[in-house]
């Protein structure tokens, strides 16, 4: 599943590690910077990862698992957020979550075919005063519609 | 030179604010007319973001919501000097949404640049922390107590108890964590806060640093909220070098330090515990209590929890006084709350109000009513734990005693509108597939209840024993209420059985006399 991490990969994450080994609770914030830098945590940075941290494989794995922001793989070129708590539920969220799915062609926590999008689901982005709420990449959208929502994601695609 | 502000909270940013900011350059630039754009926080009145507000004699004159094309327009109709414009709205300060008002903590929201150490000072910062530095630190203490302040991030549990169970330890090592993972839907007051006014954080958590004698503060901030990351860490980094943090706050020879830890999306580390373990590098897992955090939290040692409002709301009371904080608010929700009116509402925001106004008043008088036009049909109150109000309800003071009478929280003061589309059953069992998501599974109600409880709704929808299914729903939901170790499982009955309870129509069931949660 995992592509194999490459030689400069590796290297990165051990050069990452003196920084984080001293860091009281150090793994999370080192989890971060690996992520970060690669956009991912590759599997077989793990035993890296634990060695240097001190820690079993098991503990780095479930840390990793444990909460949705960290990804195991990686993701497309543009990752999509769309809200889909109450707030952004109370103005039409679902039916914006529906129209990714069938935009994009695949599910939560999927990419497209094409590698372009990487579909998430994201539970408050704080701007609730302005539903709902979609994020791209770094740039958030608020009072999102399905009409502007399908001219973001062209217009992102056609430029990839 | 004419001054102009144009807000950097992500609210307006999402809004296209810099859209905006690169118009008037660019219009100024090609008409020779001189302008000083500046950053500031939003004032919170989000459907008119973004606001642009111009400096002339009078006050601050705002114009929103201003989008790139409406740019010529405004020069055309002398908005520097405050000429009339279809977006005109008058003096930002007479705008009733913000008139009406009482801004004790978000005082400064929408008027000072975020870091600005100047700014900051010249609008009352830092003199809660001078009067705290010359006090001792049980006199600190018994200004919080005396101030009523309760936890602001949901359970409403005094602050100064906590600060003085901790100030009684004699660890060497203590810890002040602030919990910033404001994940509640239907609230942005903790990230307007540490976008928009960083520096009263690190000074409300610098008073609590030296009233329980911690040297090291953590804030845990979500990692849904980058702006708010990054403005805490150069705010930190300011606020050390001018002074205010380090080896000798103040010259008050004592340390305080503060570090920020970003989370990775897991809700229930707004849970205080969870959090702790969040820090510490674990999994997220809620702790038993006891032992408390106050006696061993963070690593084992004595740390006082406390939310961003809560901490936030310290440094008035330390510059005003106990007594000045507590005429505000009603019985004992002392103080102000700013309420978030979000989700089907016209007029969304942040509403700074002493405690004991009524929902009515939020919806209407400040929402203006629901966005579609549609009748509003419910109201969520204290985010996605918190239980949904009806009409019949709309009229009760928000107040954590009153709101606990009717098996409703006031949490963190946000509210979600629906309008009369909303379909209480799927909300309800939305509720279920939440906890379900985000459970840390340590306790068997919460892990197992809320995958019970999503089949269970299914099930009053489509089976032919609805009645049977109501009551095990309703079983379940008990187990939940009073066997879940902590919020995530133990609340997540509220939105449930209010649903149940108040909209039967929903589940297809009959109408039945109400009963309380």
Not at chain 2, 493 to 512: I, Q, R, T, W
Request: glycine residues 12%; aromatic residues 8%.
């Amino acid at each position: 599943m995992n592509k194999p991490l490459a030689a400069p990969e590796l290297l990165l994450v051990s050069q990452l590690l003196p920084s984080f080994q001293a860091q009281p609770g150090g793994l999370l914030p080192l989890l971060h910077a690996v992520q970060d830098a690669l956009g991912f945590i590759p599997a077989n940075a793990v035993p890296l990862i634990a060695e240097g941290m001190n820690l079993s494989r098991a503990e780095v794995h479930g840390v990793m698992t444990y909460y949705h922001f960290f990804r195991s793989t990686p993701p497309g070129q543009h990752v999509v957020q769309v809200c889909r708590a109450e707030a952004c539920r109370s103005c039409g969220s679902e039916e914006l979550w529906a129209q990714a799915q069938s935009l994009l062609g695949c599910g939560a926590h999927e990419t497209s075919a094409d590698g372009q999008f990487s579909l998430e689901p994201v539970y408050c982005l704080g701007l609730c005063a302005s539903s709902p709420a979609v994020q791209i990449d770094d740039k958030l959208h608020v009072r999102m519609n399905e009409a502007k929502f399908k001219t973001v994601l062209a217009k992102l695609g056609s430029a990839a | 030179m004419i001054t102009l502000y144009v807000p950097c909270d992500s609210a307006a940013l999402a809004a296209g604010a810099d859209d905006v900011v690169d118009a008037l350059h660019a219009h100024a630039q090609a008409h020779g007319v001189a302008i000083d754009i500046q950053r500031n926080s939003s004032r919170g009145l989000f459907w008119l973001e973004p606001l642009v507000e111009v400096l002339t004699p009078q006050g601050r004159m705002a114009y929103g919501p201003v989008s790139p094309e409406d740019v010529p327009g405004l020069f055309e109709a002398g908005f520097l000097n405050g000429g009339a414009h279809a977006l005109s709205l008058g003096l930002t300060d007479q705008i009733p949404y913000l008139a009406k008002q009482q801004r004790l903590t978000f005082a400064r929201m929408g008027i000072t640049r975020p870091l600005s150490l100047d700014d900051y000072a010249a609008h009352g910062g830092w003199v809660g922390l001078k009067n705290a530095v010359a006090m001792d630190a049980a006199a600190v203490v018994q200004q919080v107590l005396d101030s009523g302040l309760r936890g602001r991030g949901g359970a409403a549990f005094p602050a100064g108890i906590k600060w003085r169970t901790v100030l009684g330890t004699t660890s060497a090592q203590k810890y002040v964590v602030c919990n910033a993972d404001e994940g509640d839907s239907g609230t942005f007051s903790d990230r307007m806060t540490m976008e928009g006014d960083p520096y009263m954080l690190i000074e409300g958590m610098t008073i609590a640093g030296l009233a329980v004698g911690a040297n090291l503060g953590y804030i845990y901030i979500r990692s849904e909220y980058p702006h708010a990351i990054a403005t805490m860490n150069t705010a930190i980094t300011l606020a050390e070098s001018a002074g205010y943090l380090g080896d000798n706050v103040l010259g008050s020879g004592q340390a305080f330090r503060l570090e920020v830890r970003k989370a990775a999306g897991a809700y229930v580390c707004g849970e205080e515990t969870a959090m702790l373990e969040s820090i510490e590098g674990k999994r997220g897992i809620v702790r038993a209590k006891p032992p408390l955090p106050a006696l061993e939290g963070l690593f084992g040692q004595p740390t006082v929890i406390n939310n961003v409002i809560t901490l936030a709301s310290v440094p008035i009371i330390m510059a005003k006084g106990a007594a000045f904080y507590k005429d505000f608010g009603m019985g004992r929700s002392t103080g102000t709350l700013p309420f978030q009116i979000t989700g089907n509402v016209l007029q969304g925001g942040l509403v700074e109000r002493a405690f004991g106004l009524s929902l009515r008043e939020l919806l209407f008088d400040f929402g203006g009513g629901s966005r579609s036009g549609r009748p509003i049909k419910a109201v969520q109150v204290g985010g996605p734990l918190g239980a949904y109000v009806p009409e019949s309800q709309w009229d009760v003071p928000l107040d954590y005693e009153a709101y606990a009478a009717m098996g409703a929280v006031v949490g963190h003061g946000g509210i979600v509108v629906h309008d009369d589309t909303a379909n209480m059953a799927s909300l309800a069992r939305y509720a279920m597939e939440f906890c379900a998501l985000e459970s840390c599974g340590k306790c068997t109600p919460c892990r197992i209840g809320s995958t019970r409880g999503m089949e269970t709704i299914d099930r009053i929808g489509t089976a032919a024993n609805k009645e049977q299914q109501v009551h095990l729903l309703r079983d379940l939901c008990d187990t939940m209420l009073h066997g879940s170790l902590c919020a995530m499982g133990g609340m997540t009955p509220y939105p449930v059985l209010s649903a149940l309870n108040h909209y039967p129509a929903d589940f297809g069931l009959e109408a039945k006399p109400v009963s309380s949660v």
